[in-house]
């Protein structure tokens, strides 16, 4: 028997494509897997958001359906999004952001509210809280859409005057009511 030395196994990092497009948010950051599923979309200064790392590829082609219809929606033509997403999350976090994609255009829901949609107890509110904060896909999945059981702007990630100018958009505030201007 021949040794050649310890064995190793080889592994490579993901492949992550990114690109940047500009919108009334600010310049987002798209990234994508190596099979153009958007995994994350992120805005500057954004609470747990990527920023462009060494190694990453950029890309166009991958993100040209991304580009076109949040494009649409930013105008106020588009009201939901047909989009591959491949986001990394827990089960229960999937399970957040699946029930996230069912908040229709247009309305609003409250932390208690998406956790009885999942079947989570309401001592689960605060983890659905922080599932919801951290959805990787801003816009996207419309964590947005979410306000406090009061009808208060609550947490976003991304910061409150852009989940303000996104309900705008929207038309839909607490309760369908107009957005309220900012403090």
Not at 59 to 80: I, N, S, V
């Amino acid at each position: 028997m021949t040794m050649t030395g310890p064995s190793t196994t080889a592994t490579t990092a993901p492949v992550v494509l990114c690109t940047t497009l500009d919108s009334p948010l600010g310049p987002l950051l798209l990234t994508a897997d190596d099979s153009g599923a958007l995994t994350s979309l992120s805005v500057p200064g954004q609470k747990g958001g990527r920023t462009s790392e060494d190694g990453w590829r950029t890309a166009e082609e991958p993100f040209r359906d991304a580009r076109e219809q949040l494009a649409a929606y930013f105008a106020g033509e588009r009201t939901e999004f047909r989009l591959p997403l491949r986001p990394e999350g827990t089960e229960f976090r999937r399970r957040v952001w699946d029930a996230l994609d069912a908040v229709p255009y247009g309305t609003t829901t409250s932390y208690g509210e998406l956790a009885a949609r999942i079947g989570a107890s309401r001592a689960a509110v605060r983890a659905v809280g922080g599932a919801i904060g951290a959805n990787p896909l801003l816009v996207l999945r419309p964590c947005h859409r979410v306000i406090g059981a009061d009808g208060s702007l609550t947490g976003y990630a991304g910061g409150l005057d852009r989940k303000r100018l996104l309900l705008a958009l929207e038309g839909s505030g607490p309760g369908g009511a107009p957005v309220p201007p900012s403090a």
